[in-house]
């Protein structure tokens, strides 16, 4: 068995769903008639560029202690997401103030980044504040 | 039905169909041609056509697909018909439904209307520029015919809107403080009550049937209830409605144009703070709506929940810009 020796590791796990990806648009979406199944496969190469997306992001998102994607500020000021969550629900919190509607603005910012580009506004650096 | 192939869906349809048409004009029908359209995954929708001496009838069928059949849904899309035909809102005509004969499960047969539900097209192609032009007067006179039309709404169901959200966050499977949030703030700045009115309750793109001169038909209509008819105006605008143009009536239209017509033909005032407030809760009830979609399926339709799931970020952030536009403003 020979190496290739152009490659020097195994592809990351963000450049293997890449291929995936790649491979369910360019070989397997032109050969499927069924309209459904081709939506639904479509639906899947979206969803690996989503976690692929995900797996690169350089944004200010980490994982709090529950698995929910959050900004550090808000991991800072709150701990958890349903920290925070409870706070909005239950009126402690404004969700209207001036001091957290940024806050939350820039956290679904960061996660339409991930998830929905195209809806996400423009990266200026006012955008990146709060 | 697991495994039912299109073919022998249709089948069933036409003969289910078939059977509907014997008991209403007492003589089986020749049923010719039956597509289903496109779209559309709560209820299905068949455009079939029979063979009459002399000539053919081109009708529709609305029914719901097996796993999901919803008999009230159905029963207030036949009162909203109704009322529609009734008050001289643009509306296909009700020939034949469940509340008239009884087939075993929900059903509306109506006239066809002619045009297209598709936004992309109403909204880009030059041929529907004559329609755009008049689209947020015309959803403005229409809403205020609905609006108007009280004395053909008895029996209907009044909704409330805080207690509709709670019920859908109730089934959300995770947390989002955008969304509790915003349902918190829409209990402590709920206006104070007004009389009610009939109203559609998911009156946008895509559920007016356009022709490239105008609205033709509102569609839709199994949501309909007794609410403020501020609901209809907020929802039309929602952003999530308005399919990549930029204008709020739909992505088509200004407010201004929407509000004038209402005013001028229901003869009533929108209240801009109240406005305001039903478009942060049309906001926040498509957020939710989307946030609790099932989850659980497996194969494809495991791939279409997760895909929807991750979405919700995009109704969140329409929810902050509501928030955002204060009382009175235009965007």
Redesign the interface.
Known sequence: MTRDRGIAEPPPAAELVALVAAFLLRDVVPVISDAKLRYRVRAAENLLRLAQREMTCDGDLVRDENGYLITGQMQQAFGTLDRLSDQLGDGTLDIASADVLPLLERYVIEKLRIAAPDAAPPDVPENRKG | MAGDSFESLRARRSDLIADVLEKAEGKRPDIIAMTLAAGGNSRETWIFTVAESGGQRAMVFRCDPDHWIREEEMKTEIAGLTLANRAGVPAPQLLYSSAMINVGRPFVITSVVGGTTIPKRVIREDAFAPARQSFAADCGRILAALHTAVEFSAGWQTIDPVADLEGHRAKVG?????L??????LV?NRPSPIPLRPAHRDFRLGNLMISETGIVAVLDWETCGLSDPHEDLAWLCSRAWRYGGGNPVGGIGTLHDLIESYEYHSGQKIDPVRLHWWRVLAATRWGFASAARPRGSAG?AA??E??IA??V??Q??NV?LE??DSGGATA
């Open positions: 995770f947390r989002s403080p955008v509790e949030g915003a349902l918190s703030w402590r494809g791939i279409e997760a895909a991750r979405q970020c995009r969140e952030y902050l928030l955002k």
